[in-house]
């Protein structure tokens, strides 16, 4: 009994206490609010946002991406009057005019009736009308601000002025201590008239800070898809990449943000004294920007301030971790062959066209217009990117530029239906180099002929049948046929036959096998081919199916189809034609111009398979070297090396025999080997004659020099496939005059004998491209 009653008093004094101390967290501290704010003191942190790296050419001395000082009015939030205080209402009034924001009146119809005649006396003079029906908001200027703000104080049951810069405040919900920007990058003028009336407007400050601004992007739009650009940075965003410091936190910080951001994977820094970024700092939303987040942004500096009980700071502030600034980038890039090249493939997109208009009110009338194309430059020795262009193309200065906000409206979402159609063709924002996903066409053939002759399907003197196409019977009991591009009997070829006539029965017989054929006739060579998983497994040699690793945001590991992956996406089995389809280069398989460039680049140098690169090294704010970029590889090629020798002679027999006639030396002075593909794309299209046809990307893909490779180049003209042999005469000749322009090889004068005349012009480093959406 006597346990019990013990048990009983001591749940009863604990009750006491903690009421006792409820009472004193609700009651006595409010009421000693008042009378503590200067006695009582707190430490709190302020954090100082340093400057973001700069982007250099591959000079070292051309800026690419800059950070320029500006000026921006800030409030410090506990500084201000309290809310609820007229004298609050006043200041950020005040700041509006300043600042040169527009606030909003509001007009209640339901209580104007009564009082009609004098509300509409005292804003006649301010250019309003008031009658009824009528419009209940309206924009005030700044410098109508501070005298509508004295109207609601008399109307204050009719007119509500809304001030833009409180609702930033709500909405940011930053401490009394911390700042919170609302207008950025101000003149002088503007920031020396803050400065002096200061007394006028307590908690509003004057902040240094930084500006990004890409001051070649205008000249030079197709280094914009390089740099990226910045944004604010977003709640999720803030809540992913500050680190927690303890376990504990770090799952606090994802159960309260789940339900807006789902699941964020926090790091865990127990050390960490700052956070990585401030609520209203910007940060890389896309390319370098993105992709050297980490290197550009530097390292945020702290500053102690002590606080009263009201946040308010009581003494100025001491630095306790100073600012870094974010590190320097120096590219792979030369700005001039950079627009070189950019200037040449515009050639020949324009070349398309032209050939389109031409053919265009018969034939190919459904086309669309010929505007976009990709070309790539490799070292194949180290993997360095020398030039990376996708047209149309922007000037990212659109991001960053606040004048220019209606032009950004209309690359992002034009109002109007058709525009915005036109937008999702044109696709200026997006660097199709590394997020177009196409079918590759006929320049996949070589690696599957490296991957058959690896895994032992066929020997380099292989013969098969090639009849013209190649028929089958499908389990389905649906009949296929596949023919080759140029419906030819070519007889029993081997490998080096094969690529230099671009035979889509060889290729789809050595990745599908040929021994289900019914149109190859008697004492063929029978093979079972890669079928699909040897074949996705030589594809995955050269890196296709997955991202290059480049680091650029938003680069696509494009699409090595399965029987998984269409059983999942497709709710359908896979067939031996789908094993045709992709052996071609078509189907269901997508790649980007970097990965067919980069393995073209592993072949080049036979067998070594190069993270892309775009930086060559990272220096600091002073100049000084902090990481010089060693190539790095991503894997050996497990191909036998007398195979690659193989490979080139069919390859280079392509250009040497074949329809690549510009790209032979007698027409080039240059040395190249290389491979073309057509791709179909998009819908079905019936031409004047009832016949149905598909639009064609036309691709080559191509080294030089032969005996010693040092570049790979890529070019895809989007649409052109069937524009005269698009591949062959304008993807081709597009390769060749870049692999000139690198070279410093002028051709010769006048083209000998079998060459063709190709469109030139001269290509000054400043030649501009023309710019979707701008002005």
Same mark, same amino acid.
């Not at 005040?94 to 005292?122: D, K, W």
């Not at 401490?175 to 002096?196: C, I, M, N």
């Given at each position: 009994m006597f346990r019990v009653l013990l048990l009983r008093l001591i749940l009863v004094l604990m009750l006491i206490v903690l009421a006792g101390r409820l009472y004193q967290l609700q009651l006595v501290r409010d009421e000693a609010e008042p009378y503590d704010d200067i006695a009582v003191t707190t430490t709190r942190y302020v954090l100082v946002t340093p400057r973001r790296g700069e982007v250099f050419a591959a000079?070292?001395?051309?800026?690419?991406?800059?950070?320029?000082? %500006?000026?921006?009015?800030? /409030?410090?939030?506990?500084?201000? *009057?309290? !809310?609820?205080?007229?004298? =609050?209402?006043?200041?950020? &009034?005040?700041?509006?005019?300043?600042?040169?924001?527009?606030?909003?009146?509001?007009?209640?119809?339901?209580?104007?009736?009564?009082?009609?005649?004098?509300?509409?006396?005292?804003?006649?003079?301010?250019?309003?009308?008031?009658?009824?029906?009528?419009?209940?908001?309206?924009?005030?200027?700044?410098?109508?601000?501070?005298?509508?703000?004295?109207?609601? %104080?008399?109307?204050?049951? /009719?007119?509500?002025?809304?001030? *833009?810069? !409180?609702?930033?405040?709500? =909405?940011?919900?930053?401490? &009394?201590?911390?700042?919170?920007?609302?207008?950025?990058?101000?003149?002088?003028?503007?920031?020396?008239?803050?400065?002096?009336?200061?007394s006028y407007l307590p908690g509003v400050v004057i902040e240094e800070d930084y500006e990004r601004r890409y001051p070649q992007s205008g000249n030079a739009p197709t280094i914009s898809h390089l740099l990226g650009y910045l944004g604010r940075i977003n709640s999720c965003e803030l809540v992913a990449e500050n680190p927690s410091r303890s376990w504990v936190e770090s799952m606090r910080d994802m159960v309260s943000n789940v339900a807006e951001c789902g699941v964020v994977q926090k790091d865990i820094a127990a050390n960490s004294g700052a956070p990585l970024y401030r609520h209203d700092d910007r940060i890389g939303k896309d390319g370098l920007e993105g992709g050297y987040e980490d290197e550009l942004r530097g390292t945020i500096g702290v500053q102690m301030v002590a606080?009263?009980?009201?946040?308010?700071?009581?003494?100025?502030?001491?630095?306790?971790?100073?600012?870094?600034?974010?590190?320097?980038?120096?590219?792979?890039?030369?700005?001039?062959?950079?627009?070189?090249?950019?200037?040449?493939?515009?050639?020949?997109?324009?070349?398309?066209?032209?050939?389109?208009?031409?053919?265009?009110?018969?034939?190919?009338?459904?086309?669309?217009?010929?505007?976009n194309g990709v070309a790539v430059m490799m070292d194949v020795r180290d993997g360095r990117i020398l030039a990376m262009v996708s047209l149309p193309a922007y000037d990212n200065n659109v991001w960053v530029d606040y004048a220019r906000t209606d032009e950004l409206q209309n690359l992002l979402s034009p109002a109007d239906p058709a525009t915005y159609e036109e937008l999702m063709r044109l696709a200026p924002l997006t660097n199709r180099a590394i997020a177009g996903r196409y079918p590759s066409g006929s320049t996949l053939k070589q690696f599957v002929g490296a991957a058959a002759l690896q895994q032992g399907i066929i020997r380099p003197d292989t013969r098969l049948r090639d009849p013209g196409q190649i028929v089958l019977q499908e389990r389905s009991g649906q009949l296929f046929v596949l023919p080759n591009s140029v419906p030819v009997d070519n007889g029993a070829i081997n490998i080096s036959d094969a690529l230099k006539v671009s035979s889509n029965v060889f290729f789809a017989s050595i990745g599908g096998g040929n021994n289900e054929a019914t149109n190859l006739g008697e004492n063929f060579t029978s093979i079972n081919g890669l079928r699909i998983n040897g074949l996705a497994?030589?594809?995955?040699?050269?890196?296709?199916?997955?991202?290059?690793?480049?680091?650029?945001?938003?680069?696509?590991?494009?699409?090595?189809?399965?029987?998984?992956?269409?059983?999942?996406?497709?709710?359908?089995?896979?067939?031996?034609?789908?094993?045709?389809?992709?052996?071609?280069?078509?189907?269901?398989?997508?790649?980007?111009?970097?990965q067919l460039v980069n393995a073209m680049a592993a072949l080049a140098n036979r067998g070594t398979l190069y993270r892309p690169q775009l930086v060559q090294s990272i220096v600091n704010s002073n100049g000084e070297l902090v990481q010089n970029f060693q190539p790095e590889v991503i894997a050996q090629l497990p191909i036998d090396p007398v195979y690659y020798n193989v490979l080139f002679?069919?390859?280079?027999?392509?250009?040497?025999?074949?329809?690549?006639?510009?790209?032979?030396?007698?027409?080039?002075?240059?040395?190249?080997?290389?491979?073309?593909?057509?791709?179909?794309?998009?819908?079905?299209?019936?031409?004047?004659?009832?016949?149905?046809?598909?639009?064609?990307?036309?691709?080559?893909?191509?080294?030089?020099?032969?005996?010693?490779?040092?570049?790979?180049?890529?070019?895809?003209?989007?649409?052109?496939?069937?524009?005269?042999d698009g591949s062959a005469t304008l993807a081709v000749p597009a390769v060749t005059q870049m692999m000139q322009a690198y070279f410093n090889v002028t051709p010769p004068t006048p083209p000998p004998f079998g060459c063709p005349t190709l469109p030139t012009g001269p290509l000054p480093g400043d030649l501009p491209v023309p710019i979707a959406g701008g002005n």
């Open positions: 000079d070292g001395t051309t800026v690419l991406a800059e950070s320029v000082p %500006t000026l921006n009015i800030a /409030v410090q939030p506990g500084r201000l *009057p309290l !809310e609820g205080d007229p004298q =609050r209402a006043t200041v950020l &009034g005040r700041l509006a005019q300043f600042a040169g924001i527009t606030t909003t009146l509001t007009i209640s119809p339901a209580l104007l009736a009564a009082r009609n005649a004098l509300v509409e006396q005292h804003l006649a003079p301010y250019g309003f009308i008031v009658s009824m029906p009528l419009s209940t908001s309206h924009i005030i200027s700044p410098e109508q601000t501070l005298d509508i703000l004295r109207l609601t %104080t008399i109307y204050s049951d /009719v007119l509500i002025l809304d001030n *833009p810069i !409180e609702e930033r405040l709500r =909405r940011t919900n930053a401490p &009394g201590y911390e700042t919170v920007v609302v207008k950025e990058d101000v003149s002088s003028v503007v920031a020396l008239a803050v400065r002096e009336n200061t606080v009263d009980a009201r946040e308010r700071p009581v003494s100025d502030p001491r630095t306790i971790q100073p600012v870094q600034e974010g590190h320097d980038l120096i590219l792979t890039i030369d700005l001039t062959f950079q627009q070189q090249i950019a200037a040449i493939l515009q050639r020949w997109i324009d070349e398309s066209e032209r050939r389109r208009q031409q053919l265009g009110s018969y034939r190919l009338a459904a086309y669309n217009p010929i505007t497994e030589g594809l995955g040699w050269f890196g296709f199916g997955q991202p290059t690793g480049i680091r650029l945001f938003g680069e696509s590991g494009g699409r090595v189809p399965s029987p998984y992956w269409k059983s999942h996406a497709l709710r359908e089995p896979w067939t031996t034609g789908d094993t045709y389809n992709t052996s071609i280069g078509q189907g269901y398989l997508e790649t980007t111009p970097l002679e069919g390859m280079r027999r392509s250009v040497t025999e074949g329809s690549n006639v510009a790209a032979r030396n007698e027409c080039s002075g240059l040395s190249i080997i290389g491979k073309t593909g057509t791709a179909e794309f998009g819908p079905n299209i019936i031409t004047p004659e009832g016949d149905i046809t598909r639009q064609s990307h036309s691709w080559f893909v191509g080294f030089a020099p032969h005996e010693n490779p040092e570049i790979a180049v890529v070019v895809l003209l989007e649409g052109t496939g069937d524009l005269g």
